[in-house]
């Protein structure tokens, strides 16, 4: 069942000037921009430098 509802062939659409795009495909590309986003803004782990701790030649 749960087969056959997301089988559907009828989609929702957002039409914009000349885009059209699929709501689920829109989620996505969202959700990719987001994760993009984040990964520019969040810090590495462990990026953050102590003192004395850097590697001088």
């Known amino acids: 069942m749960l087969f056959s509802l997301a089988a559907d062939p009828v989609g929702h659409y957002v039409h914009w000037g000349v885009v059209l795009i699929s709501v ?10 987001v994760v993009f986003a984040l990964a520019i ?10 003192p004395g701790s850097g590697s001088r030649s």
């Open 24 to 33: 689920t495909n829109l989620a996505i590309v969202g959700a990719m921009v």
């Open 41 to 50: 803004a969040l810090p590495f782990p462990g990026a953050t430098r102590r």
